[in-house]
Structures are given as C-alpha cells and as structure tokens.
T-cell receptor, first 111, second 113 residues
Framework: GESVGLHLPTLSVQEGDNSIINCAYS??????FIWYKQESGKGPQFIID?????DKRQGQRVTVLLNKTVKHLSLQIAATQPGDSAVYFC??????????FGTGTRLTIIP | KAGVTQTPRYLIKTRGQQVTLSCSPI?????VSWYQQTPGQGLQFLFE???????NKGNFPGRFSGRQFSNSRSEMNVSTLELGDSALYLC????????????FGQGTRLTVV
C-alpha cells in the first residue's frame, strides 16, 4: 500500500539554528499534508498543514514546503529552541480520508 | 477552548479481557478518528466516526470496534485483548468529515499483561 517515509530518523541541531525535517511520500494523488510534533508522553500536536494546490505555507517560525514533482515535503523550523525537541511526523491523506503517517524524525536541540 | 480529552490516561488489562476507551472531541467538532501508536508499527488508523456513523475503517481485526454518540463523544472497544494490543491509543477530532486540521488528544496508554 501507499506509505509516507522520512529520510532521517534523528536530527540534532544547535539552539538558534534553523532545522529542516524532510519527508517523502509515495502517493502522488495525496492532496493534503499535515506536520505533527509529538513530545514524550503526549499526543501529536498539530503544527501546520498544506494542500496540494500550494507549494509553500508559513506559520509562526515554521514553513512547510511541498514539491509534488519529487513527492517531497519538508518542515523548516527557524531559530530552534529547546522546546522544539520532539519527534516530528508528516502525514498525508487523499480524498479527505484517513491520515497515513511517516515513521517520524527525532529532533534534538543542542544547547 | 478545551482540547481533545481521552480517558483513562493509563490502563492495565489482562489478556482475554475487553476494554473501552473514551474520547471527547473539541467542542463543535463532529469527526472523531482513532489511531493506534506502537514503536514497531508507528501510527496506524483504526476508524473514523462522523455524525454517529463510521465513515472509514483501517486494517484492524473485528475485535476493534467503536461508536459515536449524538454529542460527538466516541468510544472504542477492544475485545479479547492480546499482548500485541499494548499501545498508545490516540483520538483526533476535526470540525468536518476527514482529517482536515485534525487535533489529537493525549492518548490512552493500554498495557496488556
């Protein structure tokens, strides 16, 4: 079946630097994508979403980029803070159906 | 506004028993989806309910069932528990059908012994 995967399982970034978390998706028909942040012992927290008719969307300190040509999604976090340490998941859906999640990337912020 | 509330937070059950988990969505949200999270399989979709009707179901055995009430609160039930059912069960709510802007609760940690 279709799956969403991540290039790197772990990422360490110096505090204050920008971080980029990548995600590859295999269903070219996917039309909606969400990035979630999950801290230890908590449920996934909605960060930002993007529809397939867009290639970029910005939020507070976060930017999501969508490249449909290569089926690639990325999450950029500006000026990382210790509180950004968490596991980040991308999720995709087609036709407003279920979310299919990637395996997750653990982001560690180095003080 | 209150977020998605799941109860209980932690549960320990014996193999063969059954369990019921509860989810109260964000006020006004009508769609509730359930996911299972395990270290080995990651986050996997169980089912979605909208207006008291199941509109989508994942690839889980019939031991996993759910329902939604008229106030949009949802319950999921797992019968004849197996050790492999140990997981974090997450509920997400959305305003409309499907996962658009789906917000998750803290989850219920189920341990089967």
């Amino acid at each position: 079946g279709e799956s969403v995967g991540l290039h790197l399982p772990t990422l360490s970034v110096q505090e204050g630097d920008n971080s980029i978390i990548n995600c590859a998706y295999s269903n070219s028909a996917s039309d909606y994508f969400i990035w979630y942040k999950q801290e230890s012992g908590k449920g996934p927290q909605f960060i930002i979403d993007i529809r397939s008719n867009m290639d970029k969307r910005q939020g507070q300190r976060v930017t999501v980029l969508l490249n449909k040509t290569v089926k690639h999604l990325s999450l950029q976090i500006a000026a990382t803070q210790p509180g950004d340490s968490a596991v980040y998941f991308c999720a995709e859906t087609f036709g407003n159906e279920k979310l299919t999640f990637g395996t997750g990337t653990r982001l560690t912020i180095i003080p | 506004k209150a977020g998605v509330t799941q109860t209980p937070r932690y549960l320990i059950k014996t193999r063969g028993q059954q369990v019921t988990l509860s989810c109260s969505p964000i006020s006004g949200h009508r769609s509730v989806s359930w996911y299972q999270q395990t270290p080995g399989q990651g986050l996997q979709f169980l089912f979605e309910y909208f207006s008291e009707t199941q509109r989508n179901k994942g690839n889980f055995p019939g031991r996993f069932s759910g329902r939604q009430f008229s106030n949009s609160r949802s319950e999921m039930n797992v019968s004849t528990l197996e050790l492999g059912d140990s997981a974090l069960y997450l509920c997400a709510s959305s305003l409309y059908k499907g996962p658009t802007e789906a917000f998750f609760g803290q989850g219920t940690r189920l341990t089967v012994v």
